[in-house]
């Protein structure tokens, strides 16, 4: 079968909360880890709302094989709109073959059209067995590394 890259939809979303669900079990070593609540609620803001972001998935065949999302705001030091890709994550045996690369391409012409100047990703944390892969991933993407991304959650704020 043949890899298609396109924008999700609302019927995508289930798949795509599946999905990044597998990304959290990964990052955190901890198998079965699941999306949060609200993940499909921001699913569908972000699927929907061009000005929120964009979420783009790979299919091959009726099979989700990779999806990427980001959100979108304002920035000083990007003196602009700027999009922060928050999910990234292509099946294991998907790897390798151009999904990855064709879902970061998809976002930023996204990003593009809605008037975005920068496109930004945190990196995973240095103990993360591919923290280096994801790093050379993203330079062989165009990007350069500035830092990592702290964060801190706040008590009380929308999920």
């Avoid at 959100?71 to 990855?100: F, K, N």
């Avoid at 593009?112 to 944390?125: D, F, Y």
């Avoid at 892969?133 to 990592?148: I, K, N, Q």
Wanted: with cysteine; hydrophobic share 45%; glycine share 14%.
């Amino acid at each position: 079968m043949t890899t298609t890259v396109r924008r999700a939809t609302a019927a995508d979303g289930d798949a795509v909360v599946g999905a990044v669900g597998r990304l959290l079990a990964e990052l955190r070593a901890r198998p079965g880890e699941r999306a949060p609540a609200g993940a499909r609620a921001a699913f569908d803001r972000l699927a929907t709302d061009p000005d929120a972001g964009a979420v783009v998935i790979a299919v091959d065949g009726d099979a989700l094989t990779g999806v990427i999302a980001a959100s979108y705001g304002w920035a000083v030091h990007a003196g602009g709109r700027v999009a922060v890709i928050q999910e990234l994550w292509v099946a294991p045996d998907a790897r390798g073959a151009g999904t990855g690369a064709a879902l970061v391409e998809a976002v930023v012409a996204a990003a593009r059209e809605r008037g975005v100047t920068t496109v930004e990703v945190g990196l995973p944390r240095p103990s993360f067995a591919g923290s280096e892969r994801t790093r050379a991933f993203y330079e062989r993407c165009g990007f350069e590394t500035v830092g990592p991304r702290m964060r801190r959650k706040v008590a009380g704020g929308a999920p």
